[in-house]
């Protein structure tokens, strides 16, 4: 199992940036898949975008599809989340995930979990 370790998170204005980072400690994300959630105040945790650790091929929900961006830089054993454009609704704990690449994708798939970062946005 690949061990999550999450950075970028903090307080920010609206219209702000920010890049989440999720590194993988000592191993690769090799066969995986990792995703970005997020999860607001009472409200379901909620898919952002995912990537395939092998191919590169990426996915982005259509809820950020345009502000947010999913990439990887392999010899950093790492996946960013770019957040462009960050408003207040963008408030959230975000976390990266891993699921094997053969299973489906749906947030039950995604078993190995990060501890969570705070995005806070203001106005």
């Known amino acids: 199992q690949v061990q999550l370790i999450e950075s970028g998170g903090g307080s920010v204005q609206a219209g702000a940036s920010l890049t989440l980072s999720c590194a993988a400690s000592g191993r690769t994300f090799s066969s995986l898949v990792v995703g970005w959630f997020r999860q607001a105040p009472q409200k379901e945790r909620e898919s952002l975008a995912h990537?395939?650790?092998?191919?590169?091929?990426?996915w982005h929900a259509e809820s950020v599809k345009g502000r947010f961006t999913i990439s990887r830089d392999i010899a950093k054993n790492t996946v960013y989340l770019r957040m462009n454009n960050l408003k207040p609704e963008d408030t959230a704990v975000y976390y990266c995930?891993?699921?094997?690449?053969?299973?489906?994708?749906?947030?039950?798939?995604?078993?190995?979990w990060g501890q969570g970062t705070q995005v806070t946005v203001s106005s």
């Open positions: 995930a891993t699921r094997r690449s053969f299973t489906s994708n749906n947030i039950q798939s995604f078993n190995n």
């Open positions: 990537i395939t650790w092998s191919t590169g091929s990426i």
